[in-house]
């Protein structure tokens, strides 16, 4: 299997509760609590439905992260717990999940789910009980702007900000290799139009004429209209603020209809590890961005792609990496403060988050006053049948491929 991530810069069940305790060697007190009894964390994802492929990754995540934690005698001497409900990819199942584990099953952490979707009713839910809540997966700006006080993504870049080092190579093209019309397609989801908007608005902004703007719903399968649109605009570029296989779907349409543009830039859906072969293996200069590379020199990401592959056969991708930074943020809060419990130590959990930077497989994160972390995203692209880091200048393991070769 090819691997999606490349060399960096940096030196960083399902509908029913079910609950993976995950045993590893019991350690002795830290200085928290002598409890024998776990700490519990209780999380809601999409193990089915719309968001059910991401979602299972960010499980995956999580399990590898307390399989780790526990293999070293747990958090402040107690293993840690994972207790995992499935929302099914419903907003509103996932406030009732968040209440059954905070208010119901008393759990001590919560964590966040896939999806922004999802991210900020979960988000509430935690609020309301004055729970600590880092996340995994909620990009898009509209997380930042509720007045969360307790909320932290953790990744590098939110939403908007995922395209910057792309749309500043871009509109630093010599005028006449400059792209002149761009097509945008997103799901109507505000991670993905976050990230393609985010580009698009850097672009006009530069004077990149938008010849085509569609928003699709998130269960859409038949793209031939919206391809047929981008098609005959005849776009110098196509942008698809996508998830898994929307993005596929859509490029496979454009494909069908011979289009072919000078640049073609999708999100999340390139950087899976069927993405290749669900398209025909036709992936030469497709763009993406990506907050994560395996190869990255951090000590916890060596030490995660390592036990990652060990416990699964495969290396970790973008949403395994994202849970386990979300966990990373959690243990190294924990440890700080000493306790876990609800009640009073979220408060001091929320207080040590906002003020520290904690060390991660995506590198050194921080946070502003809304919990949006202060990075950016390095840019990937399908260079001679492998996803390669093209931008920046200074993380690149490759030359970026411009104008895209025919697929």
């Given amino acids: 299997m090819t691997t999606r991530m490349t060399t960096m810069r940096w030196a960083t069940a399902f509908g029913a509760t079910m609950v993976l305790a995950l045993a590893g060697c019991s350690g002795g007190d830290d200085g928290g609590s002598s409890s024998d009894d776990p700490i519990v964390v209780g999380i809601s994802l999409p193990l089915t439905?719309?968001?059910?492929?991401?979602?299972?990754?960010?499980?995956?995540?999580?399990?590898?992260?307390?399989?780790?934690?526990?293999?070293?005698?747990?958090?402040?001497?107690?293993?840690?717990?994972?207790?995992?409900l499935d929302d099914q990819s419903n907003a509103d199942r996932v406030v009732s999940d968040y209440e059954?584990?905070?208010?119901?099953?008393?759990?001590?952490?919560?964590?966040?789910?896939?999806?922004?979707?999802?991210?900020?009713?979960?988000?509430?839910?935690?609020?309301?009980?004055?729970?600590?809540?880092?996340?995994?997966?909620?990009?898009?700006?509209?997380?930042?702007?509720?007045?969360?006080?307790?909320?932290?993504?953790?990744?590098?870049?939110v939403a908007d900000d995922h395209y910057n080092h792309l749309a500043e190579y871009i509109l630093g093209l010599p005028a006449g290799q400059r792209p002149a019309t761009a097509a945008y397609a997103a799901m109507d989801d505000p991670f993905a139009q976050g990230t393609a908007y985010g580009l698009k608005k850097k672009l006009e902004e530069g004077g990149v004429r938008t010849v085509v703007d569609e928003v699709y719903?998130?269960?859409?399968?038949?793209?031939?209209?919206?391809?047929?649109?981008?098609?005959?605009?005849?776009?110098?570029?196509?942008?698809?603020?996508?998830?898994?296989?929307?993005?596929?779907?859509?490029?496979?349409?454009?494909?069908?209809?011979?289009?072919?543009?000078?640049?073609?830039?999708?999100?999340?859906?390139?950087?899976?590890?069927?993405?290749?072969?669900?398209?025909?293996?036709?992936?030469?200069?497709i763009l993406a961005p990506t907050g994560y590379t395996q190869k990255a020199p951090y000590p916890s990401n060596v030490e995660f792609v390592e036990k990652y592959t060990a416990q699964f056969g495969s290396p970790p991708e973008e949403d395994e990496a994202n849970a386990y930074t979300t966990g990373q943020v959690v243990a190294a809060a924990v440890t700080a403060v000493g306790c876990a419990e609800q009640g009073e130590c979220q408060q001091k959990l929320v207080d040590w988050v906002r003020n520290n930077t904690v060390e991660t497989v995506v590198g050194p994160l921080s946070w502003d006053a809304t919990g949006k972390p202060q990075g950016a995203h390095m840019i990937q692209q399908w260079v001679g049948g492998e996803i390669q880091i093209v931008l920046p200048a200074d993380a690149k393991e490759t030359d970026i491929v411009y104008p895209k070769p025919a697929w």
């Fill in 100 to 157: 059954q584990l905070i208010g119901q099953d008393q759990v001590d952490i919560v964590v966040g789910p896939f999806s922004t979707r999802l991210v900020v009713p979960a988000a509430r839910v935690a609020e309301e009980y004055g729970m600590l809540f880092v996340e995994p997966a909620g990009a898009a700006k509209e997380v930042f702007e509720q007045g969360f006080k307790n909320l932290f993504y953790a990744a590098p870049a």
């Fill in 49 to 84: 439905g719309d968001f059910s492929e991401p979602g299972k990754g960010v499980q995956r995540g999580y399990q590898a992260w307390a399989k780790i934690v526990n293999d070293k005698g747990g958090l402040l001497g107690r293993q840690v717990e994972l207790k995992i």
């Fill in 217 to 285: 719903p998130p269960n859409t399968t038949d793209f031939s209209g919206i391809a047929a649109k981008i098609a005959s605009s005849k776009a110098d570029i196509v942008v698809g603020g996508s998830q898994y296989q929307d993005g596929v779907n859509l490029i496979v349409a454009l494909q069908q209809l011979d289009y072919q543009p000078k640049l073609a830039a999708f999100s999340t859906a390139p950087t899976s590890p069927e993405f290749a072969a669900a398209i025909g293996n036709k992936t030469e200069g």
